[in-house]
């Protein structure tokens, strides 16, 4: 397992947290996704074969702006 956290340039509300966490949730090898409001980041776990670029992508399809990624 990995986890991957994404740091975002802005999380405005309660409704973004609920459509970046259940769109990540739903991607197949996500085992969690998890918005940390005041830090507009969001933590990822999930299997080895998950790419970072892949969970950014998904993030700027929604519409938010990726600053950086730390992977472990």
Excluded: W
């Amino acid at each position: 397992m990995k986890k991957t956290v994404i740091q975002l340039e802005t999380v405005t509300c309660p409704s973004c947290i609920k459509r970046i966490e259940g769109t990540l949730g739903k991607q197949k090898g996500v085992l969690s996704a998890v918005v940390k409001f005041n830090a507009s980041k969001v933590e990822v776990n999930h299997e080895d074969n998950i790419l970072s670029d892949d969970l950014t992508k998904v993030i700027q399809q929604l519409g938010y702006h990726v600053i950086e990624v730390h992977q472990s």
